[in-house]
């Protein structure tokens, strides 16, 4: 299975700040990786996929980039709503396999 | 808006079986990819397998002597069966559409519904 390594697993920082979140591939996997983000008692949101295609309804402040094995999410000027934990996922192969998450927390 | 509801027995006997439904609204099950996704204490999560629109599945290979997964048209339901639990097994369980069966990534969920495998 492709093992994807996400970091940091927290993360603190200030509403308006930018952050980024890592997620290496043990082996390439194209562009072939989505990014969700988890909010307690709410379902989980698809926000980008194929590497930087940002879903319908994801707030422009979100980015994603990279190939290969190294990707990351970037959230610009962070708002209130920004702060919860996020996943990354490949979907180049089977199994599909997941990272092990970022909390992301006001500072 | 398409929805998905997880629903079944919040604790589960070792050895026994883990059973639970999902309930889709808004959007057909005969079209798209319906699968099941956990996540353990601790945050690790895993994709346990899918179920398509025709009906075909297809399962993660560490669970693949243990797992079914089935549907309902009709009642636009599809169901995960998890054979001779352990408390490993013990996570929370997500339903979740994908687009693509054979590059799945996830574009609606359920909540979640926390399942513990305890005597």
């Known amino acids: 299975d492709v093992q994807m390594t996400q970091s940091p697993s927290y993360l603190a920082a200030s509403p308006g700040e930018s952050v980024s979140i890592s997620c290496k591939a043990s082996k390439s996997i194209s562009t072939y990786l989505a990014w969700y983000q988890e909010k307690p008692g709410k379902a989980n949101k698809l926000l980008i996929y194929?590497?930087?295609t940002l879903q319908s309804g994801t707030p422009s402040r979100f980015s994603g980039s990279g190939s290969g094995t190294d990707f990351t999410l970037t959230i610009r000027s962070l708002e209130p709503e920004d702060f919860t934990v996020y996943y990354c996922?490949?979907?180049?192969?089977?199994?599909?396999?997941f990272g092990s998450g970022t909390k992301l927390e006001i500072k | 808006e398409v929805q998905l509801q997880e629903s079944g027995p919040g604790l589960v006997k070792p050895s026994q079986s883990l059973s639970l439904t999902c309930s889709v609204t808004?959007?057909?099950?005969?079209?798209?990819?319906w699968g099941w996704i956990r996540k353990f204490p601790g945050n690790k999560m895993e994709w346990m397998g899918y179920?398509?629109?025709?009906?075909?599945?297809s399962y993660n290979p560490s669970l693949k002597s243990r797992i079914s997964i089935t549907r309902d048209t009709s009642k636009n339901q599809f169901f995960l069966q998890l054979n001779s639990v352990t408390t490993e097994d013990t996570a929370t369980y997500y339903c979740?559409?994908?687009?693509?069966?054979?590059?799945?990534?996830?574009?609606?969920w359920g909540q979640g519904v926390m399942v513990t495998v305890s005597s």
């Open positions: 179920i398509s629109y025709s009906g075909s599945t």
């Open positions: 979740a559409r994908s687009d693509d069966g054979y590059y799945p990534h996830f574009d609606y």
């Open positions: 808004g959007y057909s099950i005969t079209s798209n990819y």
């Open positions: 194929s590497g930087s």
């Open positions: 996922q490949h979907y180049n192969e089977y199994p599909p396999t």
